[in-house]
């Protein structure tokens, strides 16, 4: 019997792309799947296709660059399945693709409280549902090759994808003695459409110049 039998992970961002995949594969160990994303349309799709596989997958649509959301999802969680044993920080966006002195306040905003925060507020709400149970658990964080070595004109989604990266690290030996795993994945370009993140993105992080 697989270790993560019956075990429950959170997956953010998960309604398509790695976050998708990502819950596929951890279905396929049987562990039960907290499902959640901004796009509500798009996660009752993946949790409807889920479903059809037999898999426990409970959805919540969640903004993790809201702290109070990530307290919504940890309490559905527990109530439908009991325990948390990992969290996959998955959720990101892309941010503008400009030259530096075209660099905007809120577009730098937007991807520092999605792709850094985001990953913040989910460690800080479930890590100590993780520790309560004294089972031990994984914290996946998906950051970027990006963050690895630098992409030109992607100054914001290098920056913090480089910061998940020292992040990992430091949770690494802070968790270690409490059986909890931390590892951060670092895909290079996969086909996801995290290119087109512009669809998500809330009215607060639009620019006064921003048409589109």
């Not at 798009?42 to 426990?56: I, R, T």
């Not at 503008?96 to 800080?124: C, F, P, R």
């Not at 370009?189 to 110049?209: C, G, L, M």
Request: charged share 20%; hydrophobic share 40%; proline share 2%.
């Amino acid at each position: 019997m697989s270790k993560f039998t019956g075990k429950t992970a959170v997956i953010s961002g998960g309604a398509e792309g790695i976050g998708l995949s990502i819950a596929k594969a951890l279905a396929e160990q049987n562990m039960n799947i907290v499902l959640t994303d901004i796009n509500e349309e798009n996660l009752q799709k993946a949790c409807l296709e889920l479903e059809e596989n037999k898999v426990s997958v409970l959805p919540v649509v969640l903004d993790v660059a809201e702290e109070d959301q990530w307290e919504v999802v940890a309490e559905q969680a527990i109530a439908r399945f009991g325990k948390v044993h990992m969290l996959v920080n998955n959720a990101g966006v892309g941010g503008d693709s400009t030259s530096i002195e075209s660099q905007n306040k809120k577009a730098w905003q937007w991807a520092l409280d999605v792709n850094l925060m985001g990953v913040v507020y989910g460690a800080k709400v479930m890590v100590p549902l993780i520790k309560q149970h004294d089972e031990g658990g994984w914290v996946v964080n998906v950051a970027s090759m990006a963050g690895m070595g630098g992409v030109p004109y992607s100054g914001a989604y290098t920056a913090t994808k480089a910061a998940v990266v020292a992040l990992s690290e430091s949770w690494a030996g802070e968790l270690e003695s409490e059986g909890i795993n931390v590892s951060v994945l670092c895909p290079a370009f996969v086909q996801t459409r995290i290119y087109d993140s512009e669809r998500n993105r809330p009215a607060q992080y639009k620019s006064d110049k921003d048409t589109r």
